[in-house]
T-cell receptor, first 111, second 114 residues
Framework: DQQVKQNSPSLSVQEGRISILNCDYT??????FLWYKKYPAEGPTFLIS?????DKNEDGRFTVFLNKSAKHLSLHIVPSQPGDSAVYFC??????????FGTGTSLTVIP | DAGITQSPRHKVTETGTPVTLRCHQT?????MYWYRQDPGHGLRLIHY???????DKGEVSDGYSVSRSKTEDFLLTLESATSSQTSVYFC?????????????FGPGTRLTVL
């Protein structure tokens, strides 16, 4: 049973516009969330994280929003750039336990 | 670059043969993990280690065993490979399992079991 879900397998966005990637989770014990970016033939690389005590975390063009009541988090990329084209995974964990990953969303930024 | 290497990077093998994948780190991180990535499933944890000779099972551990005799090396063994174990395998490291310790991933091993 998938505890972390990314319901959009793919997303296309024009360069310069905002990209919004969504992630839902089912386990209310999750309290730490991360986003990873993955290029083909490479391992995932850490992008940004958020703790359950916050509802927003920002790092440059990347912002993660957490809605605990809805068990939903989202990653905003603004402005989107062609180099952002990759697969994005969200992951969640309860402190001290393993991470559970979503199935990924493939983002294409069109120049 | 988190100093993680995986070997081999690609392997094709036949059903029933044993296979060992190696993960090597130069960071002296305590925690090491093995994941598999499959379409429609994302990354799933197979086994992890929290120190030399200390290992535990993950979400999809059946058919896999691991060993960690040195801090820097974490081996994943498929005792008798099956076609369902065709996948891309990633090793990851972290200082610890707690908040703030994001995992760093290796480049992956693509395994095909015929």
């Amino acid at each position: 049973d998938q505890q972390v879900k990314q319901n959009s397998p793919s997303l296309s966005v024009q360069e310069g516009r905002i990209s919004i990637l969504n992630c839902d989770y089912t386990n209310s014990m999750f309290d730490y969330f991360l986003w990873y970016k993955k290029y083909p033939a490479e391992g995932p690389t850490f992008l940004i994280s958020i703790s359950s005590i916050k509802d927003k975390n920002e790092d440059g063009r990347f912002t993660v929003f957490l809605n605990k009541s809805a068990k939903h988090l989202s990653l905003h990329i603004v402005p989107s750039q062609p180099g952002d084209s990759a697969v994005y995974f969200c992951a969640a964990s309860a402190i001290g336990n393993q991470f559970y990953f979503g199935t990924g969303t493939s983002l294409t930024v069109i120049p | 670059d988190a100093g993680i290497t995986q070997s081999p990077r690609h392997k094709v093998t036949e059903t029933g043969t044993p296979v060992t994948l190696r993960c090597h780190q130069t960071e002296n991180h305590r925690y090491m993990y093995w994941y598999r990535q499959d379409p429609g499933h994302g990354l799933r944890l197979i086994h992890y280690s929290y120190g030399v000779k200390d290992t535990d099972k993950g979400e999809v551990s059946d058919g896999y065993s691991v060993s960690r005799s040195k801090t820097e090396d974490f081996l994943l063994t498929l005792e008798s490979a099956t076609s369902s174990q065709t996948s891309v395998y990633f090793c990851a490291i972290t200082m610890g399992p707690l908040e703030g310790n994001e995992q760093f991933f290796g480049p992956g091993t693509r395994l095909t079991v015929l």
